[in-house]
């Protein structure tokens, strides 16, 4: 069955930087495009980044352009979010999605 399991989130002050990776498994990884997601607390989840199979092509939120950069490695299933600059309104879980697919999601706070 399909499983996408993120990590690499915790606690980090304003200006800092993390490294989310979200391992997948029990589909072709390398034959579908991947996104990250966000949901801070009260709000809505968000999209944040996407990525082709092939990671030729990314996009990005406004809000997060510039700063985070989505990236693949098909030979491990592993999709990537580094995340530097980090500001206070980054805090939110963030989440991997294929189509109807999610992570059980990894805490991100940004905080002094």
């Known amino acids: 069955q399909v499983q996408l399991v993120e990590s690499g989130g915790g606690l980090v002050q304003p200006g800092g930087s993390l490294r989310l990776s979200c391992a997948a498994s029990g589909f072709t990884f390398s034959s579908v495009s991947m996104s990250w997601y966000r949901q801070a607390p009260g709000k809505e989840r968000e999209w944040v980044a996407f990525?082709?199979?092939?990671?030729?092509?990314?996009n990005y939120a406004d809000s997060v352009k510039g700063r985070f950069i989505i990236s693949r490695d098909n030979v491990k299933s592993t999709l990537y979010l580094q995340m530097n600059s980090l500001k206070a309104e980054d805090t939110a879980v963030y989440f991997c999605?294929?189509?109807?697919?999610w992570g059980q999601g990894t805490q991100v706070t940004v905080s002094s």
């Open positions: 999605n294929r189509g109807v697919y």
């Open positions: 990525i082709s199979y092939s990671g030729s092509f990314t």
